[in-house]
């Protein structure tokens, strides 16, 4: 009998162990969340600030009208009115920032291949400020190890390490294929980047903030992978 | 080189010696992970080439793959068992490998065209009975060798394939070498119906063969014995 309870138990603490070490409805727990941290780590360690994507040629354009929208309001997000990009956390000039005050800061614009967690790539050019340079701007304090970028779109956010969110190639977007940046891709101001896949590039920004902690991300809170480079 | 590989010449050894056995019946769960949570990612966007330019030699453009085939329950729950397990999937092949080319298996096992290729065809022949009777052959004849090391390669192409699906821009040049993202994910997704249609024929000829199967389970005889 109690060899019997015994290898029950064994038998029950197994199957316990199996489901809550791989359990694809909380991927970031268990045993597959162990993976993901080290993962992260991995792919931490594997960055390269120098690295760059290879600028494209504009015979590479995803076609007019294939390059996907995505948000998670139920219609496209306007921005409510007299707009502003609010910057704060560990900065020496924390305040407010309007579209003119932006666009005044210098400005990089690059045609690079965007890689979406879905499988699928698309390209298209991209203008706007280097993140880099926006925190110099505001005087970003070294001990903000953390970006964290918020939106007007139901909540939707993310954040971000320092050195992804520090490299050349990511940028506050307000053009898209040299035009403004429409209502569809994230206007007035977006997330864009070379080395992040498409779910951690904020659209709809509201606020920017530099921190000494990681926060979480819409996608992230669910289960997707926080870290996410490319 | 070394005096134990000399001692333990293949030929004196067993026909499946422990670590072989080991890395072969690790290889089926992690491929079967890989595979399933691979087909689960494809779900999340059942396409090939980039957006608005689909490639139209892509014959499933669309179709996603069946249920039964799929784990991981959704896109995230399939990445992280994908990226998981890869690194399982990845160790048991460099360990195989370093097996191979240390303990001098690799002379009984590798395809090497100049030896394997004569006998790999007249073995081809005798299957499509163009042939009376099979060449002779050691441990494997040159088309199991080919066969063999193809899924070595099929291995080594699935693990590079899928760096570059990872990291497409930190690994810049590896993305270069496979013509860019796009391409690497079709040749990801070419190599598993590859390492599909290898198992098919393996599970078949073993079955025709059921002794080749009880060696890789318990080791089979030594030659001398």
Known sequence: MRRLITRRTALLGAAALTTSACDSSR???????????FNARFQSALFD?????????????????????YYISDTVPFAPAGWALKVGGLVQRPGVLSLEDLQRLPRTEYRIRHHCVEGWSAVASWHGVRLRDLAEHVGADPRAGYVEFRSFDSGYYSSWDRPSAFHAQ???????????????????????????????MVKYLTEVNFLPEPTGGYWEDRGYEWFAGV | MLSWTAVHAPEHRRPQPWPIRVSHWLNVPLLVIMA?????????????????????????????????????DWLAGARHWHFAFAWFLALNGVAYVLYLAFSGEWRRRLFLPRRDTRNALDTLAFYVRLRKHAPEQGLYNGLQRLAYTGTLVL?????????????????????????GYDSARALHLIVLAAFALFTVGHVVLVLLHPRTLGEMVTGGRKPDA
């Open chain 1, 49 to 69: 600030a120098d690295q760059l994507a290879p600028e494209l040629p504009p015979s590479e354009d995803t076609p007019p009208g294939a390059f996907p929208q």
């Open chain 1, 27 to 37: 991927p970031r727990e268990g045993f597959l969340g162990a993976m993901e941290r």
């Open chain 2, 155 to 179: 291995g080594a192409l699935s693990i590079l394939t899928g760096l570059v699906l990872y990291k497409p821009v930190q690994l810049g040049s590896l993305t270069r070498l496979f013509g």
């Open chain 1, 170 to 200: 990511t940028m506050l977007a307000y053009g898209m294929n040299g035009q403004p940046l429409l209502p569809a891709h994230g206007a007035p101001l977006r997330l864009y980047s070379a080395v992040k896949l498409g779910y951690k």
């Open chain 2, 36 to 72: 399933a949570s691979g087909l689960q990612i494809l779900a999340a966007y059942p396409m090939q080439g980039p957006q608005g330019r689909p490639y139209d030699w892509y014959p499933f453009q669309g179709i996603t793959p069946p249920e039964w085939s799929r784990l991981g």
